[in-house]
C-alpha cells in the first residue's frame, strides 16, 4: 500500500479513514488531527497553560509529545500510586514518565501517595472496602482530587487525559448497555469548570487505539507496555474486545458509534435532564477544596480512615 500524500511505502493502513501514510505524513497527520479536535470541541486556547495526566502509558506520552510538539505550554503530573502487584508498576511507569520528561526537557510533577498521605492505594482499598477488594474505586477518587488539587494550585487553565477512542466507546458502551443517563450527560471530549473544578479535556479522544500505538513506536516513545494489573477483568476490557469484533466486520463502527453519541447530545438528548444541583458547596475543612458533603471531602474521610492523625 502507498502513501495517500506522496506515494511513498504506507506504515500504516487506516481501514477506518480509508487512509494509508508513509511514516513521516503519518507522524505530521496525528498533531494535525488533535489539533482540530481542539479547535473543533473548543478544548482550549493556543496560549493556555496545559497540565498533561501522565501514566507512562503510550496515550499519555504520546499525547504529552503531540502538545508540545504543537507547541503547547504543557506540563506533565505523574501520580505514584504505590501498585506493585509484583511488577513494580507504580516504579516502572514512574521512571518512564520521568525519562520522558528529561529527554525533552519538560516539566514533570510528581505526587507520591505513600510520601503525602502515608498510604497506598492498594491499602486504601483493603482498609475502606470501598469497591469490594478491588482498588479502581479508591484510585479513581485519589486520582481526581490530587489531578485538582495541583491543576487548582499551580493555576493550570485545563487538565487533559490521554484517553482515546477505544476508551471512549467502551465507556459509552457500558453506560449505554445500563442506561446510566448521569455518566451519559457527562460524557463528551471536555468536562467543562465548575465552581472548585478545572475544566478537564480528551485531545486524542477521536484517536483509535492502534493509531497512537503506531504513534508512540514511530516516534521512538518509551512507554510502559503493561496495563495495571488491577485492570485485568475489568469491563471496559471485554468491552473493547466487543466493539474490536464489531470493528474487524465494520471498518470505523467504533467512531460512528461515538460520533453519533456526540450529534444526539448536541441534538438535545438529555437536555431535557436536569442539572444537578450544585449550588450547596462547602468548603472541605481539612484540604479545602469544595465538596457537596457537609464537613470533609470524599477524598478526606477515605486518607482518616487509614491515617487519622494525618
Ligand atoms: S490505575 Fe487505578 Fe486504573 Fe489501576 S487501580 Fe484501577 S483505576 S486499573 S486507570
Ligand atoms: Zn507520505
Ligand atoms: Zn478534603
Known amino acids: 500500500m502507498k502513501c495517500r500524500k506522496c506515494s511513498r511505502k504506507a506504515v500504516i493502513n487506516m481501514r477506518q479513514h480509508k487512509l494509508g501514510l508513509c511514516k513521516d505524513h503519518f507522524l505530521e497527520w496525528v498533531p494535525q488531527q488533535t489539533q482540530r479536535f481542539i479547535e473543533k470541541y473548543k478544548m482550549f486556547p493556543r496560549d493556555a497553560k496545559v497540565l498533561v495526566a501522565v501514566s507512562g502509558g503510550k496515550d499519555s506520552l504520546a499525547l504529552w509529545d503531540i502538545l508540545h510538539r504543537l507547541g503547547y505550554s504543557a506540563d506533565g503530573l505523574y501520580i505514584s500510586l504505590g501498585i506493585d502487584a509484583g511488577i513494580n508498576y507504580s516504579g516502572e511507569s514512574r521512571r518512564m514518565s520521568e525519562n520522558f520528561a528529561r529527554q525533552r526537557g519538560l516539566q514533570l510533577q510528581v505526587v507520591d501517595i505513600q510520601q503525602e498521605y502515608s498510604t497506598s492505594i492498594p491499602e486504601l482499598a483493603e482498609t475502606t472496602q470501598r469497591g469490594k477488594g478491588k482498588p479502581c474505586s479508591v484510585c479513581g477518587l485519589v486520582k481526581r482530587h490530587v489531578m485538582n ?26 453506560n449505554t448497555l445500563n442506561w446510566l443517563s448521569g455518566y451519559l450527560r457527562r460524557q463528551g471530549p471536555v468536562l467543562e469548570a465548575s ?116
Do not use: W
Request: proline share 5%; with cysteine; glycine share 6%.
Open 149 to 174: 488539587r495541583i491543576a487548582l494550585e499551580s493555576g493550570y487553565d485545563v487538565l487533559v487525559t490521554g484517553h482515546n477512542l477505544d476508551d471512549e466507546a467502551a465507556v459509552l458502551f457500558g
Open 195 to 310: 465552581p472548585g473544578l478545572v475544566p478537564k479535556a480528551k485531545p486524542l479522544c477521536r484517536c483509535y487505539e492502534r493509531e497512537l500505538a503506531a504513534y508512540a513506536l514511530l516516534r521512538g516513545i518509551e512507554y510502559i507496555y503493561e496495563e495495571c494489573p488491577h485492570s485485568v477483568g475489568a469491563k471496559t476490557i471485554y468491552y473493547k474486545e466487543l466493539l474490536n469484533q464489531l470493528e474487524a466486520d465494520r471498518p470505523s463502527a467504533k467512531l460512528s458509534f461515538y460520533l453519533s453519541f456526540l450529534n444526539a447530545k448536541k441534538e438535545g438528548l438529555f437536555a431535557q435532564q436536569k442539572e444537578e444541583l450544585t449550588t450547596e458547596l462547602n468548603t472541605c475543612q481539612s484540604c479545602g477544596q469544595l465538596t457537596s458533603a457537609p464537613g470533609t471531602c470524599s477524598f478526606c474521610r477515605l486518607i482518616e480512615k487509614v491515617s487519622p492523625d494525618a
